[in-house]
């Protein structure tokens, strides 16, 4: 087949975007396909260029990546960086080539990228595209939304309220939380602007750094437990695998920067609580829609049970992701894993 891979873009996990790409179109180009790894926002050329047997010239003209910062991007000077300055989302020659290809994997994290528009425009445009469809895409990307389906549908969430820049309330006295809680971006990831608060000087400076990303707030009582993720495929669960951070919380350092975490799975933890995961990961992928492939992140104590955190759309397919941890496990290698979702996407057109 021939097939686009499309990373980068302006969210704040650009940067991680780019390692998830590199290493899809590396896979898929082993399975014997021809992939052009292409930068949503920059994309081809500056202008519009003759792309007739553009797919034969993969290698030549796919986007080269560095390994991952352990800061997020400036996107400041990424929007500088583009030579045409135009306002829109796709850069030049983007659509053209997705619609020229096959399919076009959807390795994009964050803004622009999980959360639906570029779905919703792909439907619109005739692309076919990985992952799940706009609305379900739009509705697990958005924490604050996400968690009214969760209780909804009866799946255990920690307790929590939404909060804008219009709505701001610095003195935590006299909201319906207690000290500690955690602040984080509504519609963020990679843990990007998320803060533990455990005392009221705390909480402002979590505002502030929280609002820096976005303009809505998850403030949300904090749990304190054992950090698991559960992948989903066809509504089916994947092995539960256990996060240990070997300093602080699982953060966007701790994320992307081998050695930084331990890494368990299957997880060692009692049947009873693997298979009651693993059915909340598979509710939420129901209830919500993710009809493709997703994966939900959980905290659990032996005091208080489950809690169903989030759940992610297009999950991380970098060195140290999670997904592809889980799929080994069962017998799937990481290109048998990438041809999986091209195939389980593709379903949905047929």
């Known amino acids: 087949m021939n097939i686009v891979v499309l990373a980068g873009g302006l969210s704040t996990e650009r940067d991680v975007s780019f390692k998830t790409g590199s290493m899809v179109a590396k896979a898929l180009k082993e399975n014997g396909h021809k992939v052009i790894l292409l930068d949503v926002f920059m994309g081809y050329k500056d202008e519009e260029t003759d792309l007739t047997g553009i797919f ?22 990424v929007k500088a960086s583009r030579k045409d300055q135009s306002d829109c989302f796709f850069g030049p020659n983007v659509i053209r080539m997705c619609q020229m ?12 990228g999980e959360n639906g528009k570029l779905q919703a425009a792909f439907d619109l445009l005739g692309v076919r595209y990985t992952g799940s469809d706009y609305l379900s895409s739009a ?49 963020g990831g990679s843990s990007i602007g ?25 403030i949300e009582e904090y749990v304190k437990g054992r950090e698991f993720s559960v992948g989903v495929m066809e509504g089916k669960a994947l092995p539960v695998i256990e996060i240990a951070p070997i300093e602080g919380f699982y953060d966007y350092k701790n994320k992307y920067k081998a050695g930084s975490a331990v890494e368990t799975c299957p997880a060692d933890i009692p049947a009873d609580v693997t298979a009651n995961m693993q059915h909340y990961a598979e509710e939420v992928a129901r209830v919500i829609g993710l009809d493709t492939y997703s994966r939900c992140d959980f905290l659990w104590n032996e005091e208080d049970g489950i809690y169903c955190l989030e759940t992610n759309t297009l999950p991380g397919m970098t060195p140290t992701s999670l997904l592809p941890q889980e799929a080994q496990v069962i017998g799937m290698n990481f290109n048998q894993l990438c041809e999986k979702l091209i195939e389980i996407s593709l379903r949905k057109y047929n």
Do not use: Y
């Not at 290809?101 to 622009?112: K, P, Q, R, T, W």
């Not at 998320?194 to 998850?218: C, G, M, R, S, Y």
């Open 101 to 112: 290809a096959d399919i076009v994997f959807m390795a994009l994290h964050g803004e622009n």
């Open 194 to 218: 998320v803060t533990i608060v455990n005392d009221p000087k705390e909480f402002t400076e979590a505002l502030e750094e929280a609002f820096h990303w976005e303009n809505e707030l998850i």
């Open 56 to 77: 034969d010239k993969a290698d030549e003209i796919s986007i080269k990546v560095d390994n991952i910062p352990e800061i997020a991007p400036d996107l400041k000077k």
């Open 139 to 187: 509705i697990a990307m958005n924490k604050g939304m996400a968690k009214q389906f969760f209780m909804a549908n009866k799946i255990p969430t920690p307790m929590g309220i939404s909060m804008t820049r219009e709505t701001r309330e610095d003195d935590i006295t006299k909201l319906p939380l207690k000290l500690p809680c955690v602040v984080k971006p509504c519609c």
